[in-house]
């Protein structure tokens, strides 16, 4: 089933009772949160979600988009890459507690010797940037280059960084991009056919698995959905602007407030006015009291100012 509106198209079906998901599905689009985007969700093992959207932009013309294009799933990969390398503790090829050096013996200078492989997958290594990282072009990410060693290069010369509480203990800081980058190179020196992460998924996990489609390092951009830039200050009118009525009644619902609007209300949800409750005004709604005082001290501190 389709539902084509002025600006948007919303395809696929829900079941009985997963109406609502639907709507708050096509809002998305009407207030320009999304662009592109899918949605599936399996209840109990039973698919009761299946839906896909696109909002009708010049620019992609001859891109079109549906329920089978691919999207660029940025750190969602952490999750793939821990597939393999669990693989690979399945086949006997690692274990979690090894040291990167046993497996890699460059990896252990600049004191890294003792880095286990757990601490690289939950971001315990202390490495979350490269501080000596020599200039890096887009040509050393192919997987010509990798096997050469021209990321493991780079990870070899790294010196840990590590940020310590008042009782000494480390503090885990997220390895946005590193941690994969470390662990391509740990599977292509473990797995037996020295494969990189995107060729060890593609032979061992998608040719395996029957509509598995997921890709790492190929060139597949005939089916990647094309991205579209957000400016900032879109977020920002979501959470200063309440929606409009007449945007709401798009798919059939009230119009809400903003979640500052939540903020400076201090009030509980009126009756028979739903409020949406997003991140942010679950965050501005818990943290009200704290806020406000922040705002106070702001304030008073303007109001002290010599002019």
């Known amino acids: 089933m389709g539902l084509k509106y002025e600006t948007f198209t919303i395809s696929g079906s829900v079941e009985n009772g997963f109406e609502n998901v639907r709507n708050l599905f096509a809002r998305n689009f009407a207030d320009n949160t999304e662009d592109k985007a899918t949605l599936c969700v399996y209840h109990q093992g039973r698919k009761v979600v299946d839906l896909s959207g696109f909002r009708h932009v010049k620019a992609d013309v001859g891109f079109p988009y549906n329920e089978d294009s691919l999207h660029l799933v940025f750190s969602s990969s ?108 740990l599977v292509r020196r473990t797995d037996s056919k020295g494969r990189t992460v995107g060729e060890f998924i593609r032979e061992e996990i998608r040719d395996k698995h029957v509509g598995c489609d997921v890709f790492c390092g190929e060139d597949v951009k005939e089916r990647v959905a094309r991205m579209t830039y957000v400016p900032p200050w879109t977020f920002a009118l979501k959470l200063f602007l309440p929606r409009w009525q007449w945007l709401d009644a798009i798919v059939g619902d009230e119009a809400q407030p903003s979640a500052l609007d939540i903020y400076r209300s201090g009030r509980p949800r009126p009756k028979g006015k739903p409020i949406e409750k997003s991140l942010i005004s679950r965050f501005l709604s818990f943290h009200r009291q704290e806020f406000g005082h922040l705002l106070e001290a702001t304030r008073t501190k303007g109001r002290n100012r010599r002019p």
Not at 104 to 129: M, N, Q, S, Y
Not at 151 to 167: A, C, F, T
């Open 78 to 185: 952490k999750s793939v890459t821990a597939i393999v390398v669990a693989k690979l503790v399945e086949e006997g090829r690692i274990a979690y507690e090894d040291r990167v050096a046993d497996h890699w013996p460059e990896f252990a200078v600049e004191g890294k010797a003792d880095i286990t492989v757990a601490d690289v997958l939950r971001h315990d290594a202390g490495l979350a940037a490269f501080q000596r990282a020599p200039r890096l072009s887009l040509r050393d990410f192919f997987t010509r280059r990798i096997k050469e060693n021209a990321i493991g290069r780079v990870v070899e010369m790294q010196k840990p960084s590590r940020l310590l509480l008042g009782d000494g203990r480390n503090v885990r800081v997220y390895h946005a991009i590193t941690r994969d980058l470390i662990l391509n190179e």
